[in-house]
C-alpha cells in the first residue's frame, strides 16, 4: 500500500492514526458486548475506517455529514462523547433517539451529522436539500453523503446525483464500494465496470480511491473540497474497500469465498497504516500502547456511565407529545380590506405573501418557475423572487422532497408542489419514512410543505384525479390540511408554511376556478385542527370536507326542509374531534361524506371514533359515503357514476327517514 505519493504533515498523520484506532477498538468492545447480549444488534465496519475517518479529517467541523451503518469513524471523529452512542445503542434516554430508534438512526445538530434511515437513498436528496441551502446564503460549505454500492441501483441515487448536477451543489457522493450488499455480489448489482462510471451519465466528475489507504482518503478529499467550496458542484467519489464482517453480525460470512477475505485482511487499513508510521518513526511501540490505553479508558469510563443508566420508563404521554414539533401559532387576524378572488388566487396570493414573509423560503416543482405551475399559481414569481427561491425541478419527486427535508435541516423552509396529487406516490418513501418520523425520532422538524393539487369531477382520468389524503393521515407526524373555499385555503396555507412541522396541503382542482369569494387582501393565519360549521341544525350532523362541502351544501339548497349541521373538516390532522362529537350530542344522527374511495378512509375512523366515544347519543347508524371501489375513471358519465356526489342526497335521506 503506497503511503509515500501523498505529503501530509506528521501531526496530521498522527491524529488520522488516533482516529482511525479508536472506532476499531470501539468495535472490536461492541462485538463482545453483543455475544453478551448487552447491546441488541452490530453493523460493523471493520476494514472500512479509513474512509468514515479520512473523509471527516479532511471536511470542517461546520460542514455536515450524511453517514450509514459502517461510519462509525464520522461519529467520533467528530468527538461525540462515547457514553451518548453507548446509550444510543443501548435504547436509553441518553441516546440520540431516546430509545426510539436503533444503530446510527439518528442525527445531531450539535455535530452536523445526519443519520440515515434504512430505505438508505433518500439521505443523498437530504444532502442536496442542505448543499442547496448554503449556496442559497452564499456560505462556502460541502456537504458529505455516503452510501454503499448497493444502495447505487435505488432511483434515490440516480435522482439525488442529477439533482445536484443539475443545480451545481457542493456535494460530496461517498460511495463505499466493499463488494457486497448484504448477500448480493457486485455482479449481480451493476454491469458497468465503476460505480464512478455511473457519475459520467450525469456530467459529474469521478473519482476512484483506495478506501483502505487512509492518506489517499484524506489527501484526496482535502484537496475536492477545498476547491469545491470555491467552484461550487458535486463530485462522486467510489472507495475501494472490503467488509471484513457480515452485513450485520447475524448474517456471518459464509457466502464469501475465503481466498477473498484473506486478500482484503492483507490490506488491513489499520494494520497497514500503522506498520507504515512505525517506519517513519512517527509511532512506536510505548506510544501505541499509550494510545491504546487512552482509548480503552475512555471506553470503559463511558461504557459504566452507560450501564449505570437507568432503563427507559416507558411514558404514554411524552410519546404522544412528541411526534410533532410544538407550534404556538401567533394568529395573524384577517383584514377588513377583502377581494373576491377565486380558490386558485387565493392560494397563489397566500403563497406570494409568505415568500415575501419569509425570505428563507423556497418553492420547488416541475414547471413552477417561468411556466408559473401547470395550474399557474407560481405565475409571476420569478420575476418577483428570482430562480434562486422559485425552482423548476427535474421530474424526480422522491429527491425534492428529501431536498425539501435538507433545506430544513439546514435552517430554511420549502414547499413542494407536487404538480398532480397522484405523484406524490414517486415521493411517497421520504415523506413517510423521512419528513414524518424525523422530529420522533431525533428532534429534527421537517420545515417542508407540499401542495397536493387533487380530485375528480374534471375528466381527468386514474393518474391525475385521485384524492389520496388518507395514505397520509395514516402516518404519524405529517400534518394534512384540505380546504374548501379561497378564505381558508389562504389563511392555512399561510399557517401551513409558519408551521416547523410536515405539512401536505390538498388542493381540490375541481375548486380552483369555479367559485368566487370575499378575501382578506392582507396576509393572515387559520388555525389548523378547527372545523368550521358552515349550517347548524338539529336533524343531523353532516361531516365532510373539500368538493364533499360543496356537495352537501348543494343537496342542502335543494332539501330546504333538512335541518343539518354541516361541518367542514378543513384539515385531516390535526382532526377537530370535538367540534363533530359536540354536534353529534346535539343531533342524534351523522352522515359522513367524503370524494375518496370508501374503505380505508377519513369516514370509516370519524365512524369508529363516534361510535366509541357517542354511541349513547345516536338515535340510528352512522352513514358513510365515498366513491367506488375502483380507480377514478376518464370518461364523464363514468366518472360521475364513480364520484360520492352522486349517491350522497340518497343516502341522507335514507338516515333522515330512520
Known amino acids: 500500500m503506497n503511503y509515500t505519493d501523498f505529503k501530509v504533515a506528521k501531526d496530521v498523520k498522527l491524529k488520522l492514526y488516533k482516529s482511525i484506532l479508536k472506532p476499531r477498538m470501539i468495535e472490536e468492545k461492541m462485538l463482545i458486548l453483543l455475544r453478551q447480549g448487552k447491546v441488541s444488534k452490530w453493523f460493523s465496519g471493520i476494514g472500512q475506517e479509513a474512509i468514515s475517518v479520512g473523509v471527516t479529517t479532511a471536511l470542517n467541523n461546520d460542514e455536515y455529514i450524511l453517514p450509514m451503518h459502517r461510519n462509525l469513524g464520522v461519529f467520533t471523529t467528530r468527538e461525540i462523547p462515547l457514553y451518548r452512542l453507548f446509550t444510543q445503542w443501548q435504547g436509553k434516554a441518553s441516546g440520540f433517539t431516546q430509545g426510539r430508534d436503533r444503530s446510527f438512526h439518528f442525527g445531531t445538530q450539535e455535530f452536523k451529522i445526519v443519520g440515515m434511515i434504512s430505505h438508505l437513498g433518500p439521505q443523498l436528496g437530504v444532502a442536496d436539500g442542505i448543499a442547496l441551502a448554503h449556496k442559497l446564503k452564499n456560505e462556502k460549505k460541502v456537504t458529505a453523503v455516503f452510501t454503499g454500492e448497493g444502495a447505487t441501483s435505488e432511483g434515490d441515487f440516480h435522482e439525488a446525483l442529477n439533482v445536484a448536477s443539475v443545480w451545481s451543489l457542493p456535494v460530496l457522493f461517498c460511495v463505499e464500494n466493499n463488494g457486497y450488499g448484504l448477500s448480493t455480489p457486485t455482479n449481480e448489482q451493476f454491469k458497468c465496470e465503476n460505480i464512478a462510471d455511473k457519475g459520467v451519465g450525469y456530467g459529474m466528475e469521478s473519482h476512484i480511491i483506495d478506501g483502505n489507504n487512509i492518506l489517499e482518503v484524506y489527501f484526496k478529499v482535502a484537496h475536492l473540497v477545498r476547491d469545491m467550496r470555491i467552484n461550487p458542484r458535486p463530485v462522486l467519489l467510489e472507495f475501494k474497500t472490503f467488509r471484513m464482517r457480515g452485513h450485520e453480525e447475524a448474517s ?35 506510544s501505541i500502547a499509550k494510545y491504546k490505553a487512552d482509548i480503552q479508558s475512555e471506553i470503559d469510563e463511558h461504557l459504566k456511565i452507560a450501564f449505570a443508566e437507568e432503563a427507559i420508563i416507558p411514558d404514554q404521554s411524552k ?77 424526480c419527486e422522491s429527491a425534492i422532497v428529501s431536498a425539501a427535508m435538507g433545506l430544513s435541516i439546514n435552517g430554511m423552509k420549502a414547499v413542494m408542489e407536487m404538480q398532480f396529487a397522484d405523484f406524490a406516490s414517486s415521493g411517497f418513501n421520504p415523506i413517510v419514512n423521512y419528513l414524518a418520523k424525523s422530529f420522533y425520532r431525533w428532534g429534527e ?30 402516518t404519524p407526524g405529517l400534518k394534512v390540511v384540505y ?35 370575499e378575501v382578506p387582501v392582507d396576509y393572515y393565519t387559520l388555525p389548523l385542527g378547527k372545523a368550521c360549521l358552515l349550517k347548524q341544525g338539529d336533524q343531523i350532523t353532516i361531516v365532510t370536507y373539500g368538493a364533499g362541502v360543496h356537495w352537501a351544501l348543494e343537496t342542502l339548497e335543494k332539501n330546504t326542509e333538512i335541518r343539518a349541521d354541516l361541518l367542514d373538516l378543513r384539515t385531516l390532522q390535526p382532526l377537530d374531534v370535538k367540534a363533530i362529537y359536540d354536534s353529534v350530542k346535539r343531533t342524534g344522527k351523522l352522515i359522513i361524506l367524503q370524494e375518496d374511495s370508501l374503505f380505508g378512509g377519513i369516514a370509516s375512523d370519524i365512524s369508529a371514533m363516534v361510535m366509541e366515544n357517542c354511541f349513547e347519543y345516536l338515535d340510528g347508524p352512522i352513514k358513510r359515503v365515498g366513491s367506488l371501489e375502483t380507480p377514478i375513471p376518464f370518461n364523464t358519465k363514468l366518472e360521475e357514476q364513480y364520484l360520492a356526489k352522486s349517491r350522497f342526497e340518497s343516502d341522507l335521506k335514507e338516515l333522515m327517514a330512520y
Not at 457466502?255 to 518513526?281: C, F, H, I, M, R
Not at 387533487?454 to 384525479?465: K, Q, T
Open 252 to 286: 456471518g460470512t459464509k457466502y464469501v469465498p475465503q481466498e477473498l477475505l484473506d486478500t482484503w485482511a492483507e490490506k488491513d487499513p489499520l494494520e497497514n497504516y500503522t506498520q507504515y508510521l512505525l517506519g517513519e518513526s512517527i509511532l512506536s511501540d510505548e
Open 445 to 474: 422538524n421537517a420545515d417542508v410543505v407540499i401542495r397536493m393539487p387533487c380530485g375528480g369531477g374534471v375528466s381527468a382520468g386514474p393518474f391525475h384525479s385521485q384524492t389520496n389524503e388518507a395514505w397520509f393521515t395514516k
Open 319 to 395: 410519546e404522544l407529545s412528541e411526534v410533532y414539533q410544538k407550534f404556538d401559532l401567533k394568529e395573524v387576524e384577517p383584514s377588513k380590506f377583502v377581494t373576491k378572488i377565486r380558490l386558485v388566487d387565493a392560494i397563489s396570493e397566500g403563497l406570494r405573501q409568505s415568500m415575501k414573509k419569509f425570505d428563507n423560503l423556497v418553492i420547488m416543482g416541475q414547471d413552477v418557475a417561468e411556466y408559473g405551475g401547470v395550474f399557474k399559481i407560481t405565475d409571476g414569481f420569478v420575476n418577483d423572487f428570482g430562480k434562486e427561491r422559485v425552482r423548476n425541478t427535474p421530474i
Open 483 to 517: 380546504p374548501a373555499f379561497p378564505y381558508d385555503a389562504k389563511g392555512l396555507l399561510a399557517t401551513s408554511i409558519e408551521d416547523p412541522n410536515p405539512v401536505l396541503f390538498f388542493e381540490h382542482k375541481g375548486l380552483y376556478r369555479s367559485f368566487y369569494q
